[in-house]
């Protein structure tokens, strides 16, 4: 089957940077999604890696290491506005339409 | 473009009652998720649609889920009867089929739906 295991919560104060880690079990892997939820709120689309290495979108990276099965979003300069939940996706192995999802980490970004 | 657009936004009903949630697609997407999230057992896939044909519903908890897609743009989920236990909020989500494994999900608001 597939898995994925992210940590349930981290904590940070502003300015800070953070790491959120995913690491995933699949027989077939495509790539790592990031979505970020804030409370109330919808998923929304953060990043994708399908090849190994650092991708930078403004004060968010995301890293994956295809060998280890890992990966991590990266948090830099952070904003109480960036208090939300984390989650990790994988798409299906047998159907890549379909996303595996973590169970979330929850943010909390003090002042 | 308006994004994918669910109704209503809030539903508490009691047990035993039929429940419909609707969902309009982002024009152009022809990939149509349903989830259902809770605390205790995070996003969860009901089913999904693939130019509106059902494709996977193996996430469905039991009969009483229905989903149909009627048109290229339009779906709904029905359960019928409701129980407690079906408290949660549910999110419709749509995608453009896209090479790779990318496939960007985009979510809407989500119906939080309570059953007394």
């Known amino acids: 089957g597939q898995s994925l295991e992210q940590p349930s919560e981290v904590t940070a104060v502003e300015g800070a940077i953070v790491q959120i880690n995913c690491t995933y079990q699949?027989?077939?892997?495509?790539?790592l999604s990031w979505y970020q939820q804030h409370d109330g709120g919808a998923p929304t689309f953060l990043s994708y890696?399908?090849l190994d290495g650092l991708e930078e979108t403004g004060r968010f990276s995301s890293f994956l290491s295809r060998s280890d099965s890992y990966g991590y979003l990266l948090l830099q300069e952070l904003q109480m506005k960036d208090s939300a939940s984390y989650f990790c996706?994988?798409?299906?192995?047998?159907?890549?339409?379909?996303?595996?999802w973590g169970l979330g980490t929850s943010l909390a970004v003090n002042p | 473009d308006a994004g994918v657009i669910q109704s209503p936004r809030h539903e508490v009903t009691e047990m035993g009652q039929e429940v419909t949630l609707r969902c309009k697609l982002i024009?152009?997407?022809?990939?149509l998720f349903w989830y259902r999230q809770t605390m205790m057992r995070g996003l969860e896939l009901l089913i999904y649609?693939?130019?509106?044909?059902?494709?996977?519903d193996s996430g469905m908890p039991e009969d009483r889920f229905s989903a149909k897609m009627p048109n290229a743009s339009f779906s709904t989920l029905k359960i019928q009867p409701s129980e407690p236990r079906d408290s949660a909020v549910y999110f419709c989500?749509?995608?453009?089929?896209?090479?790779?494994?990318?496939?960007?999900?985009?979510f809407g608001p989500g119906t939080r739906l309570t059953v007394l």
């Open positions: 989500a749509s995608s453009f089929r896209t090479s790779g494994g990318k496939n960007e999900q985009f």
């Open positions: 024009s152009g997407h022809n990939s």
């Open positions: 649609f693939n130019n509106n044909v059902p494709i996977d």
């Open positions: 699949t027989s077939g892997f495509y790539g």
């Open positions: 890696n399908a």
């Open positions: 996706a994988v798409p299906h192995a047998g159907n890549n339409r379909k996303l595996i």
